[in-house]
């Protein structure tokens, strides 16, 4: 874990992509707060519906969730013209800068000196730009001469076996495995 340390800001997308990296996390003894930050999501009871399943997952191990606001029309804002990119384009870059950089700056707020992020478990997502949205929100908030320094940490979460213990995870706990990311505009 970069830096060392024994405390991680986890961004969760949903219980499904996270039950396996949580799991492995408190195996390691490393304690991940999860910050649900998702206003990519409508319509708002599916939001509601995915917050709930990482709340009770995270019951299980008795972690922290910190529901970040629900900002959909500043969502809109940071994806405006990009409504017709396919998945993977522009418009999946510009949403995780946008959740990306509301995790860093709580992470820089809360004195959490590292980031990773459960949107690297899914096959349905680009590496490389979920990277990129880390990278660049981390040296965002850790610019600024006084204040802390949050370490992007870009974990390939579909390896060491994950994968399979995430599918595992899902039909032992029930979850709700929705079938799109959650935007309108991948539908």
Aim: contains cysteine.
């Amino acid at each position: 874990m970069p830096g060392g340390a024994s405390r991680i800001l986890l961004h969760c997308c949903c219980a499904p992509c996270s039950g396996a990296i949580v799991e492995a996390l408190a195996g390691a003894g490393i304690e991940p707060v999860l910050f649900f930050s998702n206003s990519n999501i409508t319509p708002q009871s599916e939001y509601v519906l995915r917050r709930s399943e990482v709340m009770r997952y995270a019951a299980l191990f008795g972690l922290q969730v910190v529901d970040d606001e629900y900002d959909h029309d500043g969502w809109l804002g940071a994806v405006r013209g990009l409504e017709d990119e396919p998945e993977r384009g522009a418009r999946c870059l510009a949403c995780f800068r946008f959740r990306l950089r509301r995790a860093a700056r709580y992470a820089a707020e809360h004195r959490l000196s590292v980031l990773a992020t459960t949107l690297a478990s899914s096959r349905w997502k680009d590496l490389s730009q979920v990277d990129e949205a880390g990278r660049d929100a981390c040296a965002e908030v850790s610019s600024a001469a006084d204040g802390p320094k949050v370490l992007w940490w870009g974990q390939n979460w579909r390896k060491g076996g994950l994968q399979p213990r995430r599918d595992e995870i899902i039909r032992e706990q029930g979850f709700y495995n929705q079938a799109y990311c959650g935007c309108e505009f991948c539908k």
